[in-house]
């Protein structure tokens, strides 16, 4: 329960090496980064707690993370309800004069995190990401509710995306503006979004492989406003008003 007005609630990290095992970071305040504010430097996070942190003035409920390089990485952790004034209600990773930094996320649950502007959980920005095996549930932002991505890299893989909610377009995933991203084994189901209530894109590269979509009650399952990589081998089921948007049914001729 630490109040900055500034960078980091809980804490405020340069370049260093940092291990977080099975802490609890609870109703934390920062201007940019409601618990943890990092730039560049490592941020390993196992079996840990994210609860009720806020980014008051910026972006990053629970973590901010910027630099050139450097890594975030959680496995077996747990980041819910936690706020940002802008992006990124969970984590916002953003990399800096032209540099790449990766984010790691295997086996964590990102519940109920809101974001006043984009990514309800996840803002990525020019990041090589892996996200393996997590859970996205009950996220809210006016785009990309379970993860918004601009400039975005890498793979994600049997993830589960439910019952988020976008004001705006993707109700779990939103990509764009020269991302490169695998979609591959995850579920989406219930999500919710004024356009592509799964997924949408702009000028995104993005390969669709052996998903599930389904159950999602408005915006459609996939959008995309210009070309996909690819989009194959997924199973799309009762998806209001369509499974495709109508360019992307046009593509790929369904």
């Not at 079996?47 to 972006?59: M, R, V």
């Not at 975030?72 to 969970?90: I, K, P, R």
């Not at 975005?152 to 991203?181: D, I, K, P």
């Amino acid at each position: 329960d630490n109040i900055s007005d500034n960078r980091g609630g809980a804490f405020d990290v340069g370049a260093a090496t940092v291990d977080v095992v099975r802490g609890t970071y609870t109703e934390n305040r920062g201007g940019f980064g409601g618990a943890f504010y990092v730039d560049g430097g490592t941020l390993t996070i196992t079996a840990a707690t994210f609860t009720a942190n806020e980014a008051t003035g910026g972006s990053g409920g629970a973590i901010r993370f910027r630099g050139t390089s450097g890594a975030v990485v959680a496995v077996s952790s747990l980041f819910s309800a936690n706020t940002a004034t802008e992006d990124g209600g969970a984590i916002a990773v953003v990399a800096t004069n032209g540099g790449q930094p990766t984010l790691t996320l295997e086996g964590s649950r990102f519940d109920a995190n809101l974001a006043t502007g984009n990514g309800g959980a996840l803002d990525l920005s020019d990041v090589d990401g892996r996200l393996i095996g997590n859970q996205f549930c009950h996220n809210e932002a006016a785009s990309g509710a379970g993860a918004y991505g601009t400039g975005a890299l890498g793979l994600w893989t049997n993830n589960v995306f439910q019952s988020n909610l976008s004001s705006g377009a993707g109700g779990a995933l939103r990509l764009q503006e020269a991302a490169e991203v695998e979609v591959i084994n995850n579920t989406f189901v219930a999500n919710r979004a004024s356009d592509g209530a799964a997924m949408s894109t702009s000028n995104a590269t993005v390969r669709f492989i052996n998903n599930a979509v389904a159950y999602h009650p408005e915006g459609g399952g996939v959008s995309t406003e210009s070309t996909l990589g690819a989009l194959t081998y997924s199973l799309f089921w009762e998806n209001v008003p369509a499974d495709l948007s109508p360019n992307l049914a046009a593509i790929v001729g369904a």
